[in-house]
């Protein structure tokens, strides 16, 4: 089921959660909403997949506890599943509002307050740039080289990879976004080494698609700021040696996979880590069943490739 043509090219939010309303209606799915799962197990006596999942309405404690079986378990819980804040010594003395980036609504609430944001991935920019605009004095705090392109580039790019080598495209990549953005080393910012989609097949880590951040960050309405070495009441001291007080902080620093908390009895698909062990393509499927969709680190092209795989292979084994 196609998104509608009447869609911009860069799909906004409520277009989107239409289309995925229209979608459930459409092949009749009926999902399970506010459940939180505490295990799967493959129960050998049954040949199915056992899993134990809570009742949790509105983040509120579980009111009970329910029971599914199935012959076949999809694994379809995605990169980013769990907000990860990692640990900073006297993060715990701060006494502003502490928040991971799933929580941030918008930067209405912080016109003229010290905001420090921490992470420049996409979430982190973003978030950035709607607190600079709500009158926010916003610092970034940028532990890592990162590669700022566009959404045209990034667009002929993802066209180019079809007909060109991947360092090709990379190259040109890297050559376009310093035409457009110039030398990135005079606001606190490095380059990575590797390509852009390098990084991406390799690693998972995606560039930053610039939609106006840059420009406050040329103009000062931005604060780059290297790592963080400590925090001391609200005061935050950086690898600089610089001290900067703030009124919150928000965590920007991306997501952890929390499967092998309840995915049990699985020593072959996926590792601790929540990502599969086999290569790609061939990642998707595991034993007595068991299959996972979208972990492979190839975005939305590769999820729906998994699809197309588990779908049909679930269909050959009916």
């Known amino acids: 089921m196609k998104i509608p043509t009447t869609c911009p090219k860069y799909v906004p939010k409520n277009d989107f959660l239409q289309y995925l309303d229209n ?5 009749g799915i009926s999902p399970l909403y506010q459940r939180r799962v505490e295990s799967a197990r ?13 009742k949790v309405p509105n983040g509120e404690e579980e009111l009970e506890e329910e029971e599914f079986f199935g012959r076949f378990l999809v694994v379809a819980t995605g990169e980013t599943s769990d907000p990860f804040c990692p640990e900073i010594e006297g993060l ?26 921490i992470g420049a991935g996409n979430s982190g920019y973003e978030i950035s740039l709607d607190l600079a605009n709500h009158g926010a004095k916003t610092s970034i705090a940028v532990r890592s080289p990162i590669h700022i392109l566009s959404r045209g580039i990034v667009s002929l790019g993802l066209y180019l990879l079809k007909h060109l080598p991947l360092y090709f495209v990379d190259n040109l990549m890297v050559m376009l976004s310093k035409l457009v953005y110039g030398d990135v080393t005079k606001y606190g910012l490095t380059r990575p080494h590797e390509g852009p989609f390098y ?17 406050k960050i040329k103009t000062g309405e931005i604060q780059v700021l290297p790592a963080i070495t400590s925090i001391t009441g609200n005061d935050v001291l950086f690898h600089d040696g610089k ?16 499967t092998s908390q309840w995915l049990q009895g699985d020593e072959y698909l996926l ?25 492979a680190r190839k975005g939305l092209y590769g999820a729906a490739m998994d ?7 679930v269909k050959e084994n009916l």
């Open 23 to 27: 979608y459930v209606a459409h092949f």
């Open 42 to 54: 493959f129960d050998e006596s049954t040949k199915k997949w056992r899993v134990m999942a809570a």
């Open 92 to 117: 715990s003395s701060f006494q502003g509002k502490i928040m991971h980036s799933t929580e941030f609504k918008s930067g209405k609430d912080y016109e003229d307050k010290s905001v420090l944001v």
């Open 307 to 313: 699809a197309e795989n588990i779908s049909n292979d």
């Open 243 to 258: 001290s900067y007080a703030f009124d919150a902080i928000i965590f920007a620093t991306g997501f952890q996979r929390s």
């Open 271 to 295: 590792n601790e880590d929540g990502l599969p062990k086999p290569d790609f393509p061939n990642h998707w499927k595991g034993k007595n069943g068991l299959y996972c969709v979208g972990l």
């Open 199 to 215: 990084l991406k097949v390799a690693f998972g880590k995606y560039p930053v698609i610039d939609v106006g951040t840059y420009s």
